[in-house]
């Protein structure tokens, strides 16, 4: 039976994995993307145990990886001069890195679905995805949404909630297909409900669809007419030595001159646009003469040409060279520059803890680019006098919808889109996904698009999405294409943002919180009868082992961010950022990792008919009480106290039972606690903190969260009245999205503070409740209760008198 349910799990993994790979290939295959995940989910279900879960995902991110990205890892080792193969090959051992969402939802559906059912696991589910892709973009800015663009009505719905919306009702849909597949064996009756819902979100889709594509009046004004120039020559390196370098560069302007020639003098363009980095060299800041008089070339031609040009080059500064398009306009020059935002990590740049000599050795084709400073929108000049603002974006650019909306906000009427995709001249399928990612972000913003590449796919992308003139992948063509340019109404994207992404993480947020408050206002272990019925945490000795080694990681680092907040350089107390990011690495990923570990084990336990019965999922474990001679608590308090189960023949159990009250336990099963040695202090020490009544001030909620919250308010009032000169001066200028991701820094930097004091308040505590215990055992739990008091007042009173004597003048 195992090797049968093995080769299920498999053999859902791989036809999921081929149905995402023919739903990414595009064409009608579309379709499928509403089917493709339900094998997967099926073999899903079947599983029982998180680690089985685990695996799963891990396998469908390498096998999803394999079956639509493919072509990346060729690619990327051709590119980078490694190797097809071995591009290939670290592309798979790292899938789980390049697809995240794909673990984070097989981990989130398995824990909800344990504990509130499948519905509500779904929907859990679909929320990790989403705000995994939020929170953790892409390389390629790739969604399960894109996929979709051949279906021109239901693609048209991303102006709402853009691709990640569409990811949402595809997975919706899956998880449907999937319930309705559970219940067949009840007949069809009972399927109908779900597939009535599977078929709910495309009907949607394509009803805004046909709305959002009725026909618009014509606008009276003047459409804006470009000359796109695909030269179809790649390579430059190979070039290079074969020709010599000024020669590859005379070709490559002398081809470039004469396309524009023919776009401007026979097709009348107001402007030409070539591709990225075609010019292959700073303009407007040589390097020798030679660049000087090539800078000049350029300009006569623009001149003679009497319309603006708008290429890719490099530009350059004190700090480093910049990927950049420069607008070049006649008789005035070199107008501005825009400086390429998102570099491709390990191609145009390498993180900075990974620039070393040893790994440029390893990879040649590295760059060494600097990214730019973000947005910026440029006046189109034309020859008629009309200035039409165009916003630029640089290859990798386009798979941001950020770049676009905040392009969309700033003013901009069309977007210039420059790529240079010949590294995907083997792989038609990588180009062809680049071209639909970009035209998303004309469906969003509903700007129009001019999209440039040096070998294809070149296009012309009208608000809709709709590619109305294109160009073949390694073909030397010019593109000459009209599009109307206007103030758009702005699209709920560009006045929300990607809010898919961020509803998703409040959703899940609130979730684990909600589940958390239902286990702190349930019934405690400790206080149930000898008819047991309650949950405890039970833990093979490995799971014990990794969730009190993740607590130490994560206590400890907190005890570390606090030695660094008062003798440090000051970078945690001025740069919010950086602590944040350094509380998320050091506290609460290991939290969370331990806690998410300890619910995992979570069992059910149940006192009948003389055995004790621990169940989880569809595992059962039983042992009889007349077999269990006494409770042992634990001595060391990790991850928590707890106790063993001391066994008839002197050996413990093989797991380990994690409870506030391993004594209550013991009266609760009317079993004797297990003799300590008298020398053993530890032992006494856990006692003292068992018997100490919970206060409701020190639950997490009020201690982390409400705590914070009380502080950050006056503090970022403070903060407004300074910088704004109100307390809503930055919703008044900047709007209330602006105003509330503010606030919520500010927010999350105070729970930052609160638990690390409270980190250093736990550790005094429990330094003098020990020491207490040594020098006077029989005032142990007295004495910890007086701490335990203190250590609240420290946080509660300490905390907000710190805050007044920091805002109050002198």
């Given at each position: ?239 290079r030595r074969d020709k010599g370098a000024a020669a590859v560069v005379r070709e490559v302007l002398d081809t470039h001159f004469a396309m524009s020639y023919d776009a401007v003098e026979r097709q009348h363009v107001d402007a030409v646009l070539w591709s990225e980095t075609v ?532």
């Amino acid at each position: 039976m195992p090797s049968r349910l093995a080769r299920s799990r498999w053999t859902g993994v791989v036809v999921a994995a081929l149905l995402c790979g023919l739903y990414a290939r595009g064409g009608p295959s579309w379709v499928l993307g509403f089917v493709a995940l339900v094998p997967w989910l099926r073999t899903l279900d079947a599983e029982a145990r998180l680690d089985r879960t685990l695996l799963g995902a891990w396998a469908m991110s390498v096998a999803y990886t394999a079956a639509v990205f493919f072509w990346f890892g060729s690619a990327l080792g051709a590119y980078t001069q490694i190797g097809a193969g071995a591009g290939l090959a670290l592309l798979l051992l790292a899938a789980p890195l390049f697809q995240p969402q794909i673990l984070v939802f097989a981990v989130v559906r398995h824990l909800v679905r344990r504990h509130h059912g499948a519905a509500l696991a779904a929907a859990a589910g679909v929320a990790a995805w989403a705000a995994t892709e939020w929170a953790l973009p892409h390389v390629l800015g790739d969604t399960l949404g894109h996929g979709l663009y051949p279906a021109p009505l239901l693609r048209q719905a991303a102006e709402l909630g853009g691709a990640t919306g569409l990811t949402v009702v595809l997975l919706l849909a899956n998880e449907a297909v999937a319930a309705a597949l559970a219940r067949r064996r009840e007949g069809l009756r009972a399927m109908v409900a779900p597939l009535v819902l599977a078929a709910v979100g495309p009907l949607l889709l394509a009803g805004y669809g046909l709305f959002a594509l009725q026909p618009e009046q014509t606008s009276a004004a003047k459409p804006l007419r470009m000359g796109l120039v695909q030269s179809n020559i790649t390579d430059y390196e190979r070039l290079r030595r074969d020709k010599g370098a000024a020669a590859v560069v005379r070709e490559v302007l002398d081809t470039h001159f004469a396309m524009s020639y023919d776009a401007v003098e026979r097709q009348h363009v107001d402007a030409v646009l070539w591709s990225e980095t075609v010019y292959p060299t700073s303009f407007g800041q040589p390097k020798s003469a030679a660049g000087a008089e090539l800078d000049a070339e350029i300009q006569a031609i623009v001149d003679a040409a009497g319309v603006p040009f708008v290429f890719g080059t490099y530009d350059r500064d004190a700090d480093g060279e910049y990927n950049a398009a420069a607008f070049v306009l006649p008789r005035s020059g070199l107008a501005g520059m825009y400086r390429k935002t998102r570099l491709f990590p390990f191609t145009e740049a390498l993180p900075e803890w990974l620039d070393t000599p040893a790994v440029r050795g390893w990879l040649p084709g590295a760059g060494s680019w600097r990214p730019g400073s973000g947005v910026r929108v440029f006046p189109l000049r034309l020859a008629d006098r009309r200035e039409v603002p165009v916003l630029p974006l640089i290859c990798l650019d386009d798979t941001d919808s950020g770049l676009a909306i905040a392009g969309a906000r700033l003013g901009a009427q069309v977007i210039l889109t420059m790529s240079n995709d010949s590294w995907f001249t083997d792989h038609e399928q990588g180009a062809s996904l680049h071209q639909a990612v970009a035209a998303f972000r004309s469906i969003e913003t509903r700007l129009p698009q001019f999209r440039v590449t040096t070998n294809g796919f070149s296009a012309v992308i009208d608000a809709r999405g709709t590619v109305i003139a294109a160009t073949r992948m390694g073909e030397r063509t010019l593109v000459i294409g009209d599009l109307p340019v206007r103030d758009p109404a702005p699209t709920l994207m560009v006045r929300w943002g990607d809010w898919v992404g961020r509803a998703a993480a409040v959703f899940i947020a609130g979730l684990a919180m909600w589940s958390v408050l239902r286990r702190w206002v349930g019934i405690s272990p400790v206080e149930l009868p000898a008819t047991l019925a309650s949950q405890l945490v039970v833990l093979p000795p490995a799971a014990r082992a990794v969730a009190g080694l993740l607590q130490l990681i994560s206590r400890g680092g907190a005890l570390a961010m606090g030695a660094i907040w008062l003798w440090g350089d000051g970078t945690l107390q001025t740069n919010t950022l950086a602590l944040l990011r350094m509380f998320t690495a050091l506290c609460l990923i290991p939290e969370a990792a331990a806690w998410a570990l300890l619910r995992a084990c979570t069992a059910q336990v149940t006192l009948a008919e003389g055995l004790l019965v621990l169940t989880r999922g569809s595992r059962r474990l039983e042992v009889p009480l007349s077999d269990i001679a006494a409770i042992e608590p634990w001595c060391l308090h990790l991850p928590g106290s707890g106790a063993s189960l001391r066994l008839n023949s002197g050996e413990r159990w093989l797991h380990g039972l994690a409870l506030p009250d391993p004594w209550a336990l013991a009266r609760a099963l009317g079993l004797p606690m297990h003799e300590q040695p008298a020398w053993l202090a530890w032992w006494a020490y856990a006692r003292s903190r068992a018997q100490l009544p919970p206060s409701r001030l020190a639950q997490p909620a009020f201690k982390f969260l409400l705590l914070p919250f009380l502080l950050a308010v006056p503090a970022f009032q403070l903060h407004q009245k300074i910088a704004y000169g109100s307390a809503f001066g930055e919703f008044y200028s900047y709007g209330l999205a602006a105003y509330l991701t503010a606030f919520g820094l500010w927010w999350a930097a105070w729970i930052a503070g609160v638990v690390l004091c409270a980190a250093a308040v736990r550790a005094v505590i429990e330094l003098g409740a020990f020491a207490g215990w040594l020098v006077l055992p029989g005032w142990a739990t007295a004495a910890r209760a007086g701490l335990e008091r203190l250590g609240l007042l420290a946080l509660y009173l300490g905390l907000p008198a710190w805050l007044l004597l920091r805002t109050v003048p002198g």
